[in-house]
């Protein structure tokens, strides 16, 4: 059973930064990618950035450039550094875990893709 537990959240003014930690467990699957949704309030979840088991990794374009996805697998645990932070990027965000099915952009576009996901961690930049 795959488990996400996600932290790190916080407020922040703008142009400051924070690092989103995703401890995850029972991620077995030979091939899989691991990535950060976010929801906006009043919008739909969006992906954010993937990172698949060779370590390839795509970005939403609104983040590219800003925000670095990495992982640690001896301590099992995904990152988000989020530098250069603007109150756009408020939201809850969330980390998912699924076999690897397409592309990262796509999976990155399609968040019903993802079977497995993290309670989320509360991001707010004024």
């Known amino acids: 059973q795959v488990q996400l537990v996600e932290s790190g959240g916080g407020s922040v003014q703008a142009g400051g930064s924070l690092r989103l930690s995703c401890g995850y467990s029972g991620v077995t699957f030979s091939s899989w990618c691991m990535g950060w949704f976010r929801r906006a309030p009043g919008k739909e979840r969006e992906g954010v950035s993937a990172i698949d088991s060779d370590g390839r990794t795509s970005y939403a374009l609104s983040v590219k450039g800003r925000f670095t996805i990495s992982k640690d697998n001896a301590d099992n645990t995904l990152y988000l550094q989020m530098n250069s932070l603007q109150p756009e990027d408020t939201g809850m965000y969330f980390c998912?875990?699924?076999?690897?099915?397409?592309?990262?952009?796509?999976?990155?576009?399609?968040?019903?893709?993802?079977?497995?996901w993290g309670q989320g961690t509360q991001v707010t930049v004024s």
């Open positions: 998912a875990a699924n076999h690897d099915l397409t592309s990262m952009a796509t999976m990155l576009r399609k968040p019903q893709l993802w079977l497995n």
